[in-house]
């Protein structure tokens, strides 16, 4: 059993360069997570008024309304298996802009042969991603349909006009030795809303389950 990314991709996982294979190779299987440390050069947001959707996304690890340059940030991918049984990879960003980090918190399924991104400390949104392979082994990843979740009886499709689509680019730069990593949120109504980039060195610890400290407080069971 390959990692969820290889799964999704198909034949199309091989023309990813070998260090971006590496890195979206995480999984049980595999045994190991991929842990990096980098510096945002520019994280940026849209206009003033979109600052409420940003602090309110906050509350939940879904949206950082920071802004900076040579912004310190980490990233964690572990694998584990949650308690619904499903592999599950965390992707989980801090910033340090502050003395305080910002937290991004996702985690990713496989569903229906796509990587499904779960978004937020309970999985309130569940977004499914388009992957695409660059000429030069990078990968592309856009975001689609989202669901919003929260307790047992609220479900339903989240309407783009109140949301975004994320568009995000990461690539490995063989003569710097580096990740590079560039990122947009666009609203089909109000333009740009947020975005950064950056780069980042990784390190492949072994690991088949991930700290509670990178898991969801809940596990959504909707897909």
């Known amino acids: 059993m ?23 190779g ?20 849209g206009p003033w008024w979109v600052l409420p959707f940003l602090y309110i996304g906050k509350l939940r690890n879904i949206l950082i309304p920071d ?11 572990f694998p584990y298996r949650d308690p619904l049984g499903r592999e599950t990879v965390t992707f989980v960003r801090e910033y340090r802009v502050h003395k305080k980090p910002s937290r991004f918190d996702a985690t990713m399924i496989l569903n229906d042969g796509r990587v499904l991104d779960y978004l937020g400390t309970h999985q309130h949104l569940a977004v499914d991603l388009d992957l695409t392979v660059g000429d030069d082994g990078s990968l592309h990843l856009t975001s689609d349909e989202q669901r919003f ?33 560039r990122m947009e949120v666009r609203n089909p109504v109000f333009g740009f809303l947020f975005g950064y980039e950056g780069e980042f060195h990784c390190e492949f610890p072994p690991a088949t389950d991930a700290p509670e400290r990178l898991k969801p407080i809940r596990h959504e069971s909707r897909v």
Not at 5 to 20: D, I, N, Q, V, W
Not at 67 to 77: A, C, M, R
């Open 149 to 181: 979740y929260e307790g047992r009886f609220v479900a339903f499709r989240f309407p783009m006009l109140f949301s975004g689509r994320a568009e995000l680019h990461e690539s490995y730069d063989d003569a710097a030795e580096v990740y590079r990593i």
């Open 2 to 24: 390959s990692s969820i990314f290889e799964r999704a991709l198909g034949e199309e996982f091989t023309r990813l360069s070998p260090m971006m294979q590496k890195r979206f």
């Open 67 to 77: 802004v900076g340059d040579h912004v310190p940030f980490t990233i964690e991918n």
């Open 26 to 45: 995480v999984g049980l299987e595999s045994g190991y997570a991929c842990i990096g440390t980098g510096v945002m050069s520019r994280i940026r947001r």
